[in-house]
């Protein structure tokens, strides 16, 4: 049976934390890449929550730079700095957090950037309602 839950519903992570726990358990393949994809849910369900900040992960992380996001990021970056307090600058600031978060994404996917990384190295940066992970 499987049960969905809005992104921002809490007891996802928490859901998905206890199914993470269980397969680290485990060695099989199936298992490992069942882990790595609940991993790479729960990060998604994290940022969504606001509990995880795809900038704060970005900073931290070592990635690839050659990623044409990067350069998009830099740039509406300087575009939110120069429109500084306006409606172009909030724009540009919110276009930034959607394409940091794109970023952190298509890291995941291609495991330049593991979840399991993020999920260890990164502090929540809300309350915590899905336990110690």
């Known amino acids: ?8 519903d809490p007891s ?13 358990a485990r060695t099989d393949t199936y298992s490992q890449n069942l882990l790595n ?4 849910e729960l990060v998604q369900v994290l940022l969504a929550q606001n509990n995880l900040v ?13 990623n044409p996001l ?12 120069s429109y500084g307090q ?3 600058g909030y724009a540009a600031n919110e276009t930034v957090d959607q394409k940091q978060r794109q970023l952190v994404t298509e890291l995941m996917a291609s495991g330049q950037l593991p979840a399991s990384t993020i999920l260890s190295t990164m502090t929540n940066t809300g309350p915590s309602q899905f336990g110690t992970l």
Request: hydrophobic share 50%; glycine share 2%; aromatic share 6%.
């Open 1 to 8: 049976m499987t049960v969905s839950f809005a992104y921002g």
């Open 12 to 24: 996802q992570a928490a859901a998905l934390n206890a199914e993470i726990t269980l397969l680290a």
């Open 37 to 40: 994809q609940r991993q790479q």
């Open 54 to 66: 795809a900038a704060s992960i970005l900073s931290t992380c070592s990635y690839v730079t050659n």
């Open 70 to 81: 990067v350069a998009a990021i830099t740039a509406l970056q300087t575009l939110a700095t």
């Open 86 to 88: 306006t409606p172009p």
